[in-house]
């Protein structure tokens, strides 16, 4: 095959590659996961959805292929506008509501510390307003009434932990916290089992290697070629992964990068080697 044949298959290939990422940008955009309290997966996924017809709407009118991409997704986009504004709405109360218990800690290391009463006094505040905002809108309306509830059973006994120091604010690091307490107390008392107070266990991570002679060892029986090799393999099979972590970082910038790399590549090809975008 000629070079200039070899060129045409490569930009063949490397235009069938950016299509199936967009592909891949689309049913990661329309199947997020939500992983709670701050991450709303429908949400972000709308978002992402949003930079991706950007992208299409660079593409060039006359291929085929993003023609028919970019309607379908325009039309999702539209269809879902009025609830992805209601979720958008509903998640900033979601994060006032945070910001009023100031969580997580770490986002508030610099700010004096409040009190238990300051907080209470706020968080009423806070309701009140949500109440007269969610008014006729069901998805707000449950976020205030299920607030509500539990700020009314639950609330005092919650804002504890702004009055006693090192006392965390959410459950996970209060077990952790009353975990190290108990596994403290079984040394000092000399205790066989702690099974009455926590069930606990430990895990070990066992290394073939016993020194770091013997790790380097080890590491000089693989040669060069295969480590090469090994390395290419695995750079193959991260590349779906590493993509969608850069889609995830900066959805529109990693879009209109890979509209203008397809650009690129298509008008490398001849007008007879078109015809697989039919």
Request: overall charge positive; hydrophobic content about 35%.
């Amino acid at each position: 095959m000629s070079q200039t044949g070899i060129a045409e298959a490569d930009s063949t290939n490397e235009l069938l590659e950016i299509e199936n990422q967009f592909r891949m940008a689309i049913r990661d955009a329309v199947n997020r996961a939500t992983r709670k309290p701050f991450y709303w997966g429908g949400l972000k996924g709308y978002h992402k959805l949003e930079s991706i017809a950007q992208a299409l709407h660079c593409m060039p009118a006359k291929n085929a292929f993003f023609g028919c991409l970019c309607r379908q997704v325009d039309r999702t986009l539209e269809k879902n506008r009025p609830l992805a504004e209601m979720i958008d709405k509903t998640y900033t109360w979601f994060l006032r509501i945070a910001a009023c218990l100031r969580y997580p800690p770490g986002s508030y290391v610099n700010e004096p510390a409040p009190t238990s009463q300051q907080v209470k006094q706020e968080m009423e505040k806070l309701l009140q307003s949500l109440e007269s905002d969610a008014r006729g809108q069901v998805i707000l309306l449950s976020l205030y009434n299920g607030l509500r509830k539990r700020w009314n059973l639950f609330g005092d006994d919650l804002l504890y932990c702004y009055d006693i120091p090192g006392l965390p604010q959410d459950n996970l690091k209060v077990e952790s916290l009353f975990g190290r307490l108990r596994c403290h107390q079984r040394r000092i008392s000399g205790r066989k089992s702690t099974q009455p107070f926590r069930d606990f266990g430990h895990y070990q991570i066992l290394f073939l290697a016993e020194s770091e002679e013997q790790l380097l060892e080890q590491l000089r029986d693989v040669s060069i070629e295969d480590y090469q090799a090994q390395r290419k393999h695995q750079f193959r099979a991260e590349a779906p992964r590493k993509f969608l972590a850069r889609l995830h970082r900066d959805p529109g910038k990693v879009m209109q990068l890979l509209a203008t790399k397809h650009v690129a590549h298509f008008s490398k090809l001849p007008a007879h080697n078109l015809s697989y975008i039919a």
